[in-house]
């Protein structure tokens, strides 16, 4: 019988973008395997909802931190938080981040550099601070959310799309770092999944809904590689859509992304 989250890591894990979306999916199931949480996000009052929800319905420990990723100490606060909790850190999950649909020259530079900070910056900033104590302990895991997009030129999300190979890179870089120390590290990439993303995004290209994955099937892909792979795609159809740049020059790949993404005005 294979081991709960809670028997493989013991402790807390901490959840970035917890409050919608696969942040959220990701609280539920390791709440659901006896995991105590450490959600955090900006909107407080969904924050607060949640933690209540699932420490009433797992017998856990929930507790709401919020903070916006985007400020250059969130991960000191972060830490500080969850010294004055009591609660060791065993996973964390650098969930948050998002992205904008247009040319680069359209979208606000402040945007890019905020989608830079949440999206690369905090995720090596909260590794940085708990990793050292899980490598000490010699158990633990990091989990990076990358993307379908982090495997070519993302044309009309060319910021987005370079956050996360950014991201993908990092988790594979850190998978082989830390093998035989008892860390488990992935970078795990969905393609379109049912999340507030697309909208906040406004991306106005999208497949139709059949294609789209379910925010549970992106954490079932996650947590059934986390230990084994130091990357895992979700879905077979998006696999099979991240290999396809590797056999085409990326001067095609990405000629052919500016027409396949382009926005329908």
Request: net charge neutral.
């Amino acid at each position: 019988m294979s081991k709960t989250l809670s028997e493989r890591y013991p402790g807390a894990a901490l959840i970035t973008g917890a409050s919608a979306g696969l942040g959220e999916a990701f609280a539920r199931r390791c709440a659901a395997e006896g995991m105590d949480l450490i959600l955090v996000a900006r909107r407080a009052e969904r924050l607060e909802e949640l933690a209540a929800e699932l420490q009433k319905a797992h017998g856990i420990r929930a507790h709401a931190v919020p903070q916006d990723l985007q400020e250059p100490d969130c991960h000191e606060k972060l830490k500080a938080s969850c010294d004055e909790l009591g609660l060791r850190v065993s996973m964390l999950i650098n969930n948050a981040g998002f992205g904008s649909h247009d040319l680069f020259h359209k979208v606000d530079i402040e945007t890019q550099l905020r989608m830079i900070d949440v999206n690369c910056r905090a995720p090596v900033a909260l590794t940085g601070v708990f990793l050292p104590s899980m490598l000490e302990r010699g158990n633990g895991a990091v989990v990076f959310l990358a993307s379908t997009a982090a495997y070519q030129p993302t044309p009309w999300f060319a910021t987005y799309g370079a956050t996360k190979t950014f991201d993908l890179m990092l988790g594979e870089a850190l998978w082989a770092e830390t093998r035989g120390t008892g860390v488990d590290v992935i970078a795990v990439s969905p393609g379109y999944t049912l999340t507030e993303f697309q909208a906040v995004a406004d991306v106005r290209a999208l497949p139709p809904k059949a294609l789209w994955a379910k925010p549970e099937a992106v954490v079932n892909t996650c947590f059934a590689n986390l230990g084994k792979k130091p990357s895992a795609i979700d879905g077979t159809l998006n696999a099979i859509a991240a290999f396809l740049p590797r056999i085409n020059s990326r001067k095609t790949v990405a000629a052919l992304a500016k027409g396949m993404l382009k926005p329908e005005r």
